[in-house]
Structures are given as C-alpha cells and as structure tokens.
C-alpha cells in the first residue's frame, strides 16, 4: 500500500459533460502517472507529471488533460467525455525502493462510464 | 515504443501444480527493467516480482519465479504450488531507460480446486 486514494471511485457519466478525477497521495512521491485500463490492451499511459506543475503527454493524451498544483494531488480531466473514454482508469506513483527499479505501485481505480 | 506481447489471454492449472505465463518484448535498449503485476478481482494491481535486464540471476519471490532470456527477449513467470487466491489477472510489464512503462494485455488465471 503506497497511500494511494482515487476519488471517485465508481462514476457515471453523460456524453459531453466534465469530469475529473482525483489522486491522492500520502507519501511525497515526486512522479505520478494516470493510466487507462481496457480489455484487450492491458494498461496505456495517459498522462504523467514529475513534479508540481511538470507534466508530460503519454501514448493515449488526446481528450485528457491533467493538472499537479501540489505534490500529493495529480487530477485528470475530460474536457468533454466521449463513449470511448469508458474505462477503468488507474493512478499510479514512481516507487523508492531503490536498486534503480522504479516500480509503479497503483491506487485502486475509477471506473468511468460514460453514456 | 517498446511493445510487450503476452500469447497466453487466458491459462488454467489445478490447485497446487505449477504453472507458467509467458511475456516476450520488444526493445533496442540494453539496461532496463521487468515485472510482473497481478491484478485479482478487486482491481488492485500488486507488484509479484521484478528482474533488472543486466542480471543474470533469474529473480525469485516465494513461490513466484521468473526465467529471464534476455538474447530471446522473453520474460516468464512461474507460480509453483498454485493456491486459489492466485487466481487473477496477470500483466507483464517492461520500464524502459527513459521510465516509461510498458505494459502486456495480460493473461487471466483460473486455478481448479
């Protein structure tokens, strides 16, 4: 557990409408990362920020953006949600263990729906 | 972009054998790193193990283990004496040089009781 929240957990939506999603973390990690999950493609890459007010585009940015004002909180926003932006959508922090992994650890999820 | 491919979309084994997932990946890069994530039904994704791509020594975990060839470009994971709470989802995934993640599309584990 890397005290990792996402907020909200579950959300329905409507086409065309806002929505942002929130992470939290409890841990001052500087790297943070938004990722998409959907059948048949595993995990893409959204967005990411490496620190407050650094971010930087991911494989798949289009219709997303994000926003870092202070190191604990990492939010993505759709601008205007599409059918095809339904999925589970995963937060993630760059880890310390050290050794040079750099392994993810994720917050539990948001699944989004959007009709 | 490096690309990560998992054959295997879905695989069973019977409570308590063994069993082994596949993951094969594509890079040009030298140093990097693997790992595998389990991804159960409640939707959390938990770290199983990881391997740095200039180690030989295959990286173990319990009763997680991995075989690593990296000339092949592959990178297995075995689960010995399966048990029921293995049952998940499986993902592979590869960091590159630059900290980007890669991640497969996964194989979904059923154990038999």
């Known amino acids: 557990d890397a005290g990792i929240t996402q907020s909200p957990r579950h959300k329905v939506t409507e086409t065309g409408t806002p929505v942002t999603l929130r992470c939290h973390q409890t841990?001052?990690?500087?790297?943070m990362y938004w990722y998409r999950q959907d059948p048949g493609h595993g995990l893409r890459l959204i967005h990411y920020?490496?620190?407050?007010?650094?971010?930087d585009k991911g494989e798949v940015s289009d219709g997303y953006s994000v926003s870092r004002s202070k190191t604990e909180d990492f939010l993505l926003t759709l601008e205007s949600a599409t059918s095809s932006q339904t999925s589970v959508y995963f937060c993630a922090i760059r880890g310390t263990s050290g050794g040079g992994f750099y392994e993810q650890y994720f917050g539990p999820g948001t699944r989004l729906t959007v009709t | 972009a490096q690309t990560v491919t998992q054959s295997q979309p879905e695989m069973s084994v019977q409570e308590a054998e063994t069993v082994t997932l596949s993951c094969t990946y594509d890079t040009s890069e030298s140093d990097y790193y693997l790992f595998w994530y389990k991804q159960p039904p409640s939707r959390q994704m938990i770290l199983v193990i990881r391997?740095?791509?200039?180690?030989?020594q295959n990286a173990t975990e319990n009763r997680f283990s991995v075989n690593f060839q990296k000339a092949a470009k592959s990178f297995s994971l075995k689960i010995s004496d399966s048990q029921l709470g293995d049952a998940a989802m499986y993902f592979c995934a590869y960091r590159s040089a630059g900290n980007q993640f890669y991640f497969g599309t996964g194989t979904s584990l059923t154990v038999i009781p």
């Open positions: 920020s490496y620190g407050v007010k650094d971010t």
């Open positions: 841990e001052n990690h500087r790297y």
């Open positions: 391997q740095e791509a200039y180690k030989q």
